[in-house]
C-alpha cells in the first residue's frame, strides 16, 4: 500500500519527499496547496500522487488516506494542525508517525486517540525525528537490567543546529508553558524556575551549563520502562547564540514564558515568517548532537547509553519513512500511541541509523 505524506511541500516535508523516492515507495504527496503539490511532485517524486486537504475538513483529510497503510505528518505547529491529521488516521485506519518535537501535543496524542487507535488496530507514534527517536531508544537500552528505577536522566549536547521555519514556530508555541515532569511515578506541571545544572557529557565536549529541557521521552518513557522519575535537560549553548550565556538561560526561561502569553508571541511568528525557510545541505551536516542516559536502579546499579550523530533534518527524514516503512511490512502489530522505543525494537532502530552517521553506545556510568 502506499505511504501518504501531509505537509509535503514544508522544509521537512521535501527531505522526506527525497527519502521515499529513493526508497522506491508508493507515495501520495498531500497538502493544503495543490499548486505547491504538483510542483513537487513534478520536480522530486514523478507520478506520485497528489491529494489536497486542509487541517478543517476532516472528509478530504480522511479521502486523502484513501489506500494508504501510513501517513507521515511534517505539518506543524503540531499543537495547532496535527489533531485533525490524528484524528484521520484512527477513523481509516492508518498507522501515523510525525516529526513533532512539542511536548504538549505528544500528551494529546496519547491522552487522547490511543485508545481508540488500539481498538482500531492503528499504532500513531509521534516525535519519530530527531526529536525524539534517537533519546527514547537509548533510555530503554540504558534501562534494560537495572528495573525499577529510581530515575532515568537525558541530557542532550547539540552544536551548530540551524533551525527550519517550522522548529522555529513550533519552539514558540512549546514555550508559551504547559510543560510537565515526569516524578514520583505520575506526570506533575514542570517548575517555572529549575536552578542551573551541569552534566559531564563524553569527551571531546566535557562538563557544560544545562537547562531544563521539556522533551518528549518525559511523555514516552514512563510508557515502556519503570522509573520514578525522567529527568530531561539540555546543554544552554544549544539555546542560546553565545556559550557565556548559557549558565543565565535557567534564570531568562521563566520571563520568556511569560512574554510569549502577549502580542510578543504573534510578533515573534511574524519574524519567523520572514527568515529563511531552513539550512542549506552544508549548514545541516555541520550540525552535531550527543544524547546520554543514564539508568538509575533502585538497587543501586547504573545504565549508561550513549547515541551521536549529525544532520538532524536528515536524520528525521530517515527516521520518519525507516517507521513508516516497518509498519507498512506484514507482521506489524503493535496499535495504540507508542513511543519509539515501544513502536519498533530499539536497538533495531539504531543499528540501522548507523548508515546514516548514527553511532551509539552502553557503558558502564563512570
Known sequence: MAIALYGATGYTGRLVTDELVRRGLDVVLGGRDA???????????????????????????????DGCSVVIN????????????????VETGTHYVDSTGEQGYMRTVFERFSPRAERKGVALVPALGFDYAPGDCIARLAARGHEPLEELELAYAVSSFGASRGTMGSAIEAMTGGDVVYTDGGWRPAPRFVPPTSFDFPAPIGRKSMAQYPSGEVITVPRHTQTRRVTSRIAGEALVPLAPLAPVLPYLMPALA???RTPLRGLLGEIVGRLPEGPSVYDRRKARFTIVAVARGADGSIGRGVVRGSDVYGLTAVTLVHGAELMDSDGYDRTGALG???????????????????SWELAPAG
Do not use: M, Q, W
Not at 511534517?74 to 488516521?89: D, K, Q, T, W, Y
Not at 519509539?340 to 548514527?358: K, S, T, W
Open 35 to 65: 499548486a505547491k503539490l504538483h510542483r513537487l511532485a513534478d520536480e522530486r517524486a514523478p507520478g506520485a500522487a497528489v491529494r489536497t486537504a486542509s487541517i478543517d475538513e476532516p472528509r478530504a483529510l480522511r479521502a486523502l488516506l
Open 74 to 89: 511534517c505539518a506543524g505547529p503540531f499543537s495547532l494542525a496535527g489533531e485533525a491529521v490524528v484524528e484521520a488516521a
Open 258 to 260: 511569560l512574554a510569549l
Open 340 to 358: 519509539p522505543a515501544a513502536a519498533y525494537e530499539p536497538d533495531a532502530f539504531l543499528n540501522y541509523l548507523g548508515d546514516h552517521g548514527v
